[in-house]
């Protein structure tokens, strides 16, 4: 199984973006998939996760409503989109994946990608 995400870059604050990760190996009716961020100098924290029944988590980092998390069956994808972006967001943003449902915590998630870059502007 290999994940490959991919979206990030510098943005303004204000802004929003969407972040994709394409999942090979596995199709996502048998997969959930997960988003952590590891911001700079912190530990990485969860952020939301979605089951192979399309059923969403929170894992638990202060998303405020303004992170939703999404997928395509069709194209193999799961996205998570960012609005109201500021610059406490600046992070790199990893997605994971295991077999059939969310668990915390991330050691339960055995495939990662190789993480996508979000800088904030002020």
């Known amino acids: 199984v290999q994940l490959q995400a991919s979206g990030g870059g510098l943005v303004q604050a204000g802004r929003s973006v969407t972040l994709s990760c394409v999942v090979s190996?596995?199709?996502?009716?048998?997969?959930?998939v997960a988003w952590f961020r590891q911001a700079p100098g912190k530990d990485r924290a969860g952020v939301l996760c979605?089951?192979?029944?399309?059923?969403?988590?929170d894992f638990g980092d202060s998303v405020q409503g303004r992170f939703t998390i999404s997928r395509d069956a069709a194209k193999n994808t799961v996205y998570l989109q960012i609005n109201s972006l500021n610059p406490e967001d600046t992070a790199v943003y990893y997605c994971?994946?295991?077999?059939?449902?969310?668990?915390?915590?991330?050691?339960?998630?055995?495939?990662w990608g190789q993480g996508t870059h979000v800088t904030v502007s002020s």
């Open positions: 994971a994946g295991r077999p059939y449902e969310c668990i915390r915590p991330a050691d339960f998630f055995d495939s």
């Open positions: 979605i089951s192979r029944f399309g059923e969403t988590d």
């Open positions: 190996g596995v199709s996502l009716d048998y997969y959930a």
